[in-house]
C-alpha cells in the first residue's frame, strides 16, 4: 500500500498565497494534499514528473454565469482547459434558481436561463441536481435579484412595494438557507434599473443574519461610476453585509482614466467596511445587445441575434452597411441580440488588474456561439500576455489573484492554497508556454501551456483534452465560511 494516490515531483511550487515559488514536490491522497516540499521516494503512488512545470492551486473564476452550462455541458472544457477548478456563479442579478412557474416571460438578461429547462424553484432542487449530476469544476452561486423581482412583480419598471420586498426577503432567506452564497444584483439592467437603493438594503439586510455576500454589476459603469461605487458602500454599510464589486471597469471615452479615482475609492471604503472587486484581461465588454449603447464604442461585435442568427461574430458596422442603415438601427433589427462592446481603455484595464485586492473573473457566456473570448481565455491571458509577455506583476502575484484571495473573499475554506489538508484543486502549467488563443474572431480556442487540471484530486484536463472525469463538487455556503 502507498502512503499517497499520486506525487508531483520538481515543480516550481506556486502556493496560492504571493510568496515566491520554490522547487518541490506534492502528494495527494484521496482530495486532499496530504503533503507539500521535499517527498522521500519510498512513500510510493504514482509519479508525476513536472521537471521544472509549475503547480497551482485550482484557479477560481470570481464571476460567472455557468449556473446551467454545468448541467448542460458538464465538463466545461472553456473553463477547465484554463486551469479553473471552482467557478461562481449567480451573478449580475441573474441565477437559475429560483425561478417560479407561471410567472410572465424574464427580460434579459434572465431570459437565457428561465428560457431553458429543467427550471429550479428552489436552491436545493438545483444543488441536488448538481449533486446527482456533478460537473468537471467546483461552483457555488448567488440568488439573482431579478429573479426575486420576477417571482413576485408582474411588471419590474417600478419600485417594488414594502409587500414585494417582504416576499422576496422571504424567497431570498430560502435561498441562503439552502446554500446561495449571497445576492447579486444587476441595476444596469432594465429588470432592475427601477430598484431604488432602498430595496436592495432592506434584501440586503436578510443577509446579515446568513453570513451571506452582496455582488453587485453596479447601477453605471460609465460618466456615474463614482455614485454606484458610493451606492454599493452604503448598501454594504448599511445592510452589515460585505460587497464585491463585480466586472470593475471605467467605460466610455469621456470616463478613461477614471480608475485612477475609482480605486483609491475603493481602497478608502475597504478601511472601513469589507470591499472586495473583480476584474476581466480584455479592453472589451459583452452582455445584451443595447442599441443606445453602440455609439459610445470603438467596435461592436454580435455575439448572437435571435432575429438574424448568422449575425454571430460579425461587426455590427459591416451589418449596418449590408442592410444600408445605421449602426442604431441594425442593432435594433438584430434584437433580441448580444454584443461585445469596445469600450474601455487599456490603462484603465492594467491599473485595475494590478490593484492589490482585484480577483480575476471571467465573465465568461460560454453558451453564446460566438463568445466573448475570455469565457475561453482570460487565466492563461493574464499569465501570459499581463506576466509574461507585459510584466505587470509577478507570476505569483497573478496566481494569489486567482486562489487564496478568491477563495478568502467567497468563503471557500480548504481551496485556494498549496498546502496540506487543502483539497487537492491544482493546475500544472507551463510559465514559459502559457498563453490565450481564444480571440475575437475565434473565441472557442483552449489556451496553451495547460499541461494537467486537477478537482478533488481527479484529473479533469490532461494535455490538451478533458478526461472525461466529473469530480466537482457543489459549495454550499455555510455560515461559518463567512468570506471578504
Ligand atoms: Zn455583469
Not at 464585491?244 to 471597469?249: D, E, G, Y
Not at 470616463?255 to 475603493?266: C, E
Request: aromatic letters at 6%; proline letters at 6%; glycine letters at 10%.
Amino acid at each position: 500500500m502507498s502512503e499517497y494516490d499520486f506525487v508531483v515531483r520538481g515543480a516550481r511550487l506556486i502556493d496560492g498565497t504571493g510568496a515566491p515559488a520554490v522547487l518541490g514536490d506534492l502528494a495527494v491522497r484521496g482530495d486532499r494534499i496530504a503533503a507539500v516540499g521535499e517527498i522521500g521516494s519510498g512513500a510510493g503512488g504514482r509519479v508525476i514528473d513536472a521537471d521544472g512545470l509549475a503547480l497551482a492551486p485550482g484557479f477560481i473564476d470570481a464571476h460567472c454565469h455557468d449556473d446551467r452550462a454545468l448541467l448542460d455541458t458538464p465538463l466545461l472544457e472553456p473553463k477547465i482547459s484554463q486551469g479553473v477548478t471552482t467557478v461562481i456563479n449567480g451573478n449580475c442579478g441573474v441565477s437559475i434558481a429560483p425561478l417560479l412557474s407561471g410567472r410572465p416571460a424574464a427580460r434579459a438578461p434572465l431570459g437565457a436561463f428561465a428560457a431553458g429547462s429543467p427550471r429550479y424553484e428552489r436552491f436545493s432542487d438545483y444543488f441536488a441536481a448538481l449533486d446527482a449530476n456533478p460537473a468537471a469544476v467546483n461552483s457555488a452561486c448567488f440568488c439573482g435579484h431579478s429573479n426575486l423581482r420576477h417571482a413576485v412583480m408582474d411588471a419590474v419598471d417600478r419600485p417594488a412595494t414594502a409587500d414585494e420586498i417582504r416576499r422576496m426577503t422571504a424567497i431570498l432567506g430560502q435561498a441562503l438557507r439552502d446554500g446561495a452564497l449571497g445576492l447579486s444584483t444587476g441595476l444596469y439592467y432594465p429588470a432592475a434599473s427601477s430598484a431604488p437603493t432602498d430595496e436592495v438594503i432592506a434584501l440586503a439586510r436578510t443577509m446579515s443574519r446568513h453570513g451571506a455576500l452582496y455582488a453587485t454589476h453596479m447601477r453605471d459603469e460609465e460618466d456615474h461610476v463614482t455614485e454606484s461605487l458610493e451606492e454599493t458602500f452604503r448598501i454594504g454599510r448599511e445592510a452589515g453585509v460585505p460587497v464585491i464589486v463585480s466586472h470593475h471597469k471605467c467605460m466610455s471615452r469621456a470616463n478613461h482614466g477614471r480608475s485612477k479615482i475609482t480605486l483609491p475609492m475603493i481602497e478608502r471604503a475597504a478601511r472601513e467596511q469589507p470591499v472586495a472587486l473583480d476584474a476581466y484581461p480584455y479592453r472589451a465588454s459583452s452582455t445584451v445587445l443595447f442599441p443606445d449603447r453602440v455609439a459610445k464604442c470603438d467596435r461592436v461585435v454580435i455575439t448572437w441575434s435571435e432575429t438574424m442568427p448568422q449575425a454571430a461574430g460579425r461587426d455590427l458596422a459591416d451589418i449596418a452597411a449590408e442592410l444600408g442603415c445605421s449602426d442604431v438601427e441594425a442593432a435594433r433589427r438584430l434584437q433580441p441580440a448580444g454584443a461585445i462592446y469596445f469600450q474601455m481603455s487599456e490603462d484603465d484595464v492594467r491599473r485595475i488588474l494590478a490593484f492589490p485586492d482585484t480577483m480575476i473573473g471571467s465573465d465568461g457566456i460560454v453558451f453564446e456561439p460566438h463568445p466573448h473570448p475570455r469565457a475561453w481565455g482570460t487565466f492563461p491571458r493574464v499569465l501570459g500576455h499581463y506576466v509574461r509577455e507585459v510584466g505587470l506583476f509577478s507570476l505569483e502575484e497573478a496566481v494569489r489573484k486567482m486562489t487564496s484571495l478568491t477563495a478568502r473573499r467567497f468563503g471557500l475554506s480548504g481551496r485556494g492554497a498549496l498546502a496540506p489538508g487543502c483539497y487537492a484543486d491544482l493546475v500544472l502549467f507551463d510559465p514559459a508556454r502559457i498563453i490565450d488563443v481564444a480571440d475575437f474572431a475565434d473565441p472557442c480556442r483552449p489556451s496553451e501551456g495547460i499541461e494537467q487540471v486537477f478537482v478533488n484530486g481527479v484529473p479533469v484536463w490532461s494535455r490538451g483534452a478533458a478526461t472525461g472525469q466529473r469530480s466537482g463538487r457543489c459549495l454550499r455556503r455555510s455560515v461559518a465560511s463567512r468570506g471578504v
